[in-house]
């Protein structure tokens, strides 16, 4: 299964997903192609994503903010936009399941340095939740025990 993981900046959010979706994918034993992409990507992933996801023990920093036209969109199974805008851009894919998760842009979050700190740790945590739930619904279609 390909999954894609759409936001606008590609910076925060959906790197954060694409991050923990390949390490989850492979510690349930799921055969999971996982892509991310923006429909404004910036030109780096976010610091703070950088440093609460090495928190989790997961390193992203070799990942980069890609636009929405390279990543394979025709073979793509699910589409999970991570705010409004993204979904707002996010090319029509008829074979493709949509799923939604607005949640607030963490690099657009004002405060001290370990209140941006806090606030992308409760969005990453977000995350995670979510997606535990999606892959042990995956893991269950496709037979594998939870």
């Known amino acids: 299964m390909k999954v894609a993981f759409i936001c606008t900046g590609n910076s925060a959010r959906s790197q954060m997903a694409e991050g923990f979706a ?32 090495v928190e989790k023990g997961i390193d992203i920093s ?5 636009s929405l036209e390279e990543i394979p969109y025709e073979s793509i199974d699910l589409v999970i936009t991570l ?15 949509h799923i ?6 963490p690099a657009g979050f ?19 939740e979510r997606l535990w739930e999606l892959l042990k619904r995956l893991q269950l279609r ?3 025990p939870a």
Not at 62 to 66: F, G, L, N, V, Y
Not at 83 to 97: E, G, M, T
Not at 110 to 128: H, N, P
């Open 22 to 53: 390949r390490r989850l994918a492979k510690e349930m034993g799921l055969d999971l192609e996982v892509y991310s992409a923006g429909s404004q990507p910036a030109s780096q992933i976010n610091p703070f994503a950088i440093r609460v996801m």
């Open 62 to 66: 070799h990942q980069r903010p890609k």
């Open 83 to 97: 705010c409004d805008s993204a979904r707002q851009f996010c090319p029509v894919l008829p074979s493709a399941k």
């Open 100 to 105: 939604h998760w607005d949640l607030p842009d």
């Open 110 to 128: 004002e405060g001290s340095e370990e209140e941006r700190l806090e606030f992308f740790r409760k969005i990453r945590d977000q995350i995670e």
């Open 142 to 144: 496709k037979g594998k």
